[in-house]
């Protein structure tokens, strides 16, 4: 089982910039690949980004790649996820997420999950 708590949510204007962070209670960090997902208001939930074990390989949705940087600190346990560029249409909750095999990042292998964090973009 692992804990995960999101932090670093916040309303913030078009254009803007904001910093997620998630922090992981699980013994071997680096067992896990580590993602964020995101869900906007009366929408399923969507992958964002994922980074494997030790951060040599990341993926980004579309919608994100150019603006939004995950990465990893394996010592503090801790993602992060750097948002550049905000866009009213980021506005969700990101989920931070985490699955045993620290290389494949199959989206849909995600099985543990964070309570979330709201990220609100104003236009």
């Known amino acids: 089982q692992v804990l995960l708590v999101e932090s670093g949510g916040g309303l913030v204007q078009a254009g803007w910039s904001l910093r997620l962070s998630c922090v992981a209670s699980?013994?071997?960090?680096?067992?896990?690949?580590m993602g964020w997902f995101r869900q906007a208001p009366e929408k399923e939930r969507e992958f964002v980004a994922a980074i494997s074990w030790g951060g040599g390989t990341t993926r980004y949705a579309n919608s994100v790649k150019g603006r939004f940087t995950i990465s990893r600190d394996n010592a503090k346990n801790t993602i992060y996820l750097q948002m550049n560029s905000l866009k009213p249409e980021d506005t969700a909750v990101y989920y931070c997420?985490?699955?045993?095999?620290?290389?494949?990042?199959?989206?849909?292998?995600?099985?543990?999950w964070g309570q979330g964090t709201a990220v609100t973009v104003s236009s």
């Open positions: 699980v013994r071997t960090f680096s067992d896990y690949a």
């Open positions: 997420a985490a699955k045993r095999g620290g290389s494949s990042l199959n989206e849909a292998a995600f099985n543990s």
